[in-house]
């Protein structure tokens, strides 16, 4: 489904990515672990439109991916960025419906609005509770609503369990789950390693800007040098 060779992207002078390459297939999850300043989130951002690569090349649906973002969310990739970044001063609907800012028939968005409300109740009872009031754990299920609100065929997600207490981290995983079972393909950027590895398809390692490692998410579990360095084993 999504497909990226030998990408690059430099910071300045720091060369952030250095030429990745990785295959998402059609309603996989897939899952990026590493450690910080690894390049997870430059990944992602580049999938995005918002980091602008150096080289390399992106398809989606066996055509290349434009670079402007707004072209990118036309054709299906939703980016729910890390550290959440609700609008904190519009109510959990209106941040919703600024997921669905491209989508022109109300009727529909309104339908899906409601179906945000069935896969996160928490939001249905805060729905005019304004965004910045929200806990951690609800403006994460919020922000991963908005990203919905777009009618995706590919989710990316960027660090979904940062900050966020244990059980509040399962739940959210859960979610990551039901949302995949829709047929929704998942591109999973995660510290929680065990967390990523354990519902991931395939995953891939990035270490100072490079695929180190690539495989089944499971058996990567059981991979001595991912658990000594990744997994606290």
Same mark, same amino acid.
Not at 159 to 162: A, G, N, R, T, V
């Given at each position: 489904?999504l497909t990226?060779?030998d990408?690059?992207?430099?910071y300045?002078?720091?060369?952030?990515?250095?030429?990745?390459?990785?295959? /998402?297939?059609?309603?996989?999850?897939?899952?990026?672990?590493?450690?910080?300043?690894? =390049?997870k989130?430059t %990944? %992602?951002?580049?999938?995005?439109g918002?980091?602008?690569?150096?080289? =390399?090349?992106?398809?989606?649906?066996?055509?290349?991916l434009?670079?402007?973002?707004?072209?990118?969310?036309k054709?299906?990739?939703?980016l729910?960025?890390e550290?959440?970044?609700i609008f904190?001063n +519009?109510?959990?609907?209106?941040? !919703?419906?600024m997921? #669905?800012?491209?989508r022109?028939n109300?009727?529909?968005?309104?339908?899906?609005?409601?179906?945000?409300?069935?896969?996160?109740?928490?939001?249905?009872?805060r729905?005019?509770?304004?965004?910045?009031? !929200?806990?951690?754990g609800?403006?994460?299920? !919020?922000?991963?609503a908005?990203g919905?609100?777009?009618?995706?065929?590919?989710?990316?997600?960027d660090?979904?369990?940062?900050g966020?207490?244990p059980?509040?981290?399962e739940?959210?995983f859960l979610?990551?789950?039901?949302?995949?079972?829709?047929g929704?393909t998942? +591109?999973? /950027?995660?510290q929680?390693?065990?967390?990523a590895?354990?519902?991931a398809?395939?995953a891939?390692?990035?270490?100072?800007?490079?695929?180190?490692?690539s495989?089944i998410? #499971?058996?990567?579990?059981?991979n001595?040098?991912i658990?000594?360095?990744? !997994?606290? /084993?």
């Open positions: 489904m990226i060779k990408m690059n992207v430099f300045g002078h720091i060369h952030a990515l250095q030429g990745v390459s990785i295959q /998402v297939n059609q309603s996989e999850i897939v899952s990026i672990i590493g450690s910080n300043g690894a =390049g989130s %990944l %992602l951002n580049s999938i995005a918002i980091v602008k690569r150096a080289s =390399g090349e992106i398809t989606f649906e066996n055509n290349p434009p670079t402007r973002s707004y072209d990118i969310v054709l299906g990739i939703s729910v960025p550290r959440r970044r904190p +519009l109510t959990v609907n209106e941040n !919703l419906k997921g #669905a800012y491209l022109n109300q009727k529909e968005v309104e339908i899906d609005l409601e179906e945000m409300y069935r896969l996160f109740p928490i939001l249905k009872k729905t005019k509770q304004f965004g910045g009031t !929200l806990s951690g609800e403006q994460q299920m !919020l922000t991963i908005r919905l609100m777009s009618r995706p065929k590919f989710l990316m997600l660090e979904p369990s940062l966020l207490a059980n509040l981290t739940e959210v979610k990551i789950e039901e949302i995949n079972q829709t929704i998942i +591109l999973l /950027v995660e929680n390693a065990f967390k590895l354990e519902i398809n395939r891939y390692v990035l270490e100072n800007g490079k695929i180190a490692f495989g998410g #499971a058996k990567m579990l059981d001595p040098k658990k000594d360095a990744y !997994l606290g /084993v």
